[in-house]
C-alpha cells in the first residue's frame, strides 16, 4: 500500500503543479480561452474563475505533498476533477473544435481522451485516498522508488489527447 500512495501522490503531483504551472504561465491565453469556452459567466466572472483555476490546481499539488493535508489535497483533488470532467462534457457536446484548456490554451480539440484521462485520473485519486487511508504513509523508499515513474505518467495523461494520434497505427504500403 505504501508504494501505491507514494505512486498517486507524486502522479497526481506531477499532474496538478504541472497543469497550474502551464496555465499561470501562459495565463493570458488561458483566461481568453477560459473566456471563449464559458461566455454565459461574463469578463469579471470568467477572469476570476480563470484566475482561481491555476490557484487551486498549485494548491493541490502542494498539499498533496504535505502529510497533514494530503486528505485535504485528496478532496480537492476530486472536486476539481469532477468539476472539471462536468466541463469537459459540456465542451465534447456544445463546442468540440474547442481545446479542453487542460494544460493552458493548447490546439487539441476536446474529445473522448480527455474524459478517459480524467476518469482515470478520478480512479487514480480514490485508490491513493484508499491507500492513505490504509497506511501510516509511505516511507522515502517509497517515493525514491516511485518518483520517475508517477512522473512520466503524469505527464503521459495530461497529454493523454496529444499522444492519441502518434497510438493509432498507420498502414504503410
Not at 34 to 62: C, D, I, N, Q, Y
Not at 68 to 81: D, M, Q
Request: a positive charge.
Amino acid at each position: 500500500m505504501e508504494v501505491l500512495e507514494a505512486f498517486g501522490r507524486l502522479c497526481l503531483i506531477t499532474v496538478f503543479a504541472w497543469s497550474g504551472g502551464q496555465k499561470a504561465l501562459g495565463f493570458r491565453a488561458f483566461r481568453g480561452h477560459f473566456s471563449a469556452t464559458v461566455p454565459r459567466l461574463g469578463r469579471l466572472s470568467s477572469g476570476m474563475l480563470a484566475t482561481a483555476v491555476p490557484l487551486m490546481e498549485l494548491g493541490v499539488a502542494t498539499s498533496l505533498g504535505l502529510p497533514r493535508l494530503e486528505s485535504a489535497g485528496l478532496s480537492a483533488a476530486l472536486l476539481l476533477l469532477a468539476a472539471f470532467t462536468v466541463y469537459l462534457l459540456s465542451l465534447v457536446r456544445t463546442r468540440p473544435d474547442a481545446s479542453c484548456g487542460c494544460a493552458g490554451a493548447s490546439g487539441t480539440p476536446v474529445s473522448g481522451a480527455h474524459l478517459l484521462r480524467n476518469a482515470l485520473l478520478l480512479a487514480l485519486t480514490a485508490g491513493t485516498w484508499w491507500a492513505t487511508v490504509s497506511t501510516s504513509g509511505p516511507s522515502l523508499s517509497s517515493y525514491v522508488l516511485v518518483a520517475a515513474p508517477a512522473a512520466v505518467t503524469g505527464i503521459t495523461l495530461l497529454y493523454l489527447a496529444e499522444l492519441v494520434p502518434l497510438l493509432r497505427s498507420t498502414h504503410v504500403k
